[in-house]
């Protein structure tokens, strides 16, 4: 598939970086743009060596401000379910994915923009982040997941505060309510986050993908039930050879070569 309003690159064998390109329109989200996403979040579903995808936005003044509002303004009732209905399933594969999600958050992350960085794993920010939800002030709500991915991760009334004010947060708050993971000067992000991919990509392959599936798994479960998830995630990593290798490793005193079995 050729892509018009994204790029793909594999910076380094097994780590993927998506950038949302269409910085004329501040990496507005429209159908077309949203159809591409879901293309590369397949792509890196069937690909056994992946280990991790990136995900950014051109250019130096935005990560993605939103959906897109000219495509939006005229759509039927109809054409709005679809849409959404599009976002969201977009949004759930991305979340879904085997491997970490990483969001580079490079300035404005609005409306669709905030919803995709949340459905990404976490967020590592720039110090000119500017994160919100302002659907309000155009007579609307979020339509990818915000109402529900925005209270998970900062508690129901920081997320309403957001949500019904549309202010912006900048990278500090945004720090220090756990929305970003870590803040970058601008020009540092992309290695920044390149280097905590390299870092996830050394590990062994199997156990990032079982840590990601407890994680999330058994977020939706009680403790206990979670706890269950855990130990059967454990067990299955005693049946790989990754599992052999690594402890062998440790006590011969030399790095791992984990094979991805
Ligand atoms: N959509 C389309 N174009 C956008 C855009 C957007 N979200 N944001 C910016 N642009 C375009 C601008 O129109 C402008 O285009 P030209 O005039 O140059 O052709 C260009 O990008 C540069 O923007 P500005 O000239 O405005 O740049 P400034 O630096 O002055 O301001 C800004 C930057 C980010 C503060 C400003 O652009 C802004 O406020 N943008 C809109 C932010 C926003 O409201 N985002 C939320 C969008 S609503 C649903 C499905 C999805 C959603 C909801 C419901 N269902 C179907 C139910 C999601 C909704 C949203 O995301």
């Known amino acids: 598939m050729t892509f018009q309003n994204i790029l793909l690159e594999q910076p380094e064998p097994g780590i993927y970086l998506l950038t949302v390109n269409r910085p004329k329109a501040l990496n507005a989200l429209n159908a077309a743009t949203l159809d591409e996403i879901a293309a590369v ?3 890196v579903a069937a690909d056994d ?7 950014t936005g051109a ?27 599009k ?18 958050v ?10 995709l960085a949340l459905a990404c794993d976490w967020i590592l920010a720039s110090d000119t982040a500017a994160f919100g939800q302002p659907e309000v002030n155009l007579g609307i709500l979020p339509g990818f997941g915000g109402t ?38 601008a020009a540092e992000l992309r290695a920044q986050g390149l280097e905590l991919a390299r870092s996830i990509a050394a590990k062994g392959p199997v156990a990032v993908r079982l840590v990601k599936q407890a994680v999330q798994r058994g977020g939706n479960l009680d403790l206990y039930t979670a706890c269950a998830l855990e130990t059967d995630l454990f067990a299955r990593a005693f049946t ?11 006590l011969e005193k030399r790095p791992a070569k984990f094979q991805n079995r």
């Open 41 to 43: 979040v397949r792509k």
């Open 49 to 55: 060596a992946a280990r991790v995808l990136l995900v």
């Open 59 to 85: 250019g130096e003044k935005a990560f993605v401000a939103g959906a897109d509002i000219a495509e939006m303004r005229d759509i039927t009732i109809e054409q709005a379910q679809a849409f959404s209905e």
């Open 87 to 104: 976002g969201m399933q977009v949004m759930h594969a991305l979340e879904s994915l085997p491997v970490p999600v990483i969001a580079l």
């Open 106 to 115: 490079n300035g404005y992350c609005l409306g669709g923009g905030c919803e």
């Open 148 to 185: 529900q991915r925005l209270p998970r991760k900062l508690g129901p009334a920081r997320a309403l505060e957001l949500l019904t004010t549309g202010r912006q947060v900048k990278a500090d708050e945004a720090l220090r309510v756990g929305l970003a993971n870590h803040v970058y000067p």
């Open 240 to 250: 790989t050879q990754d599992q052999k290798e690594g402890m062998r490793a440790f």
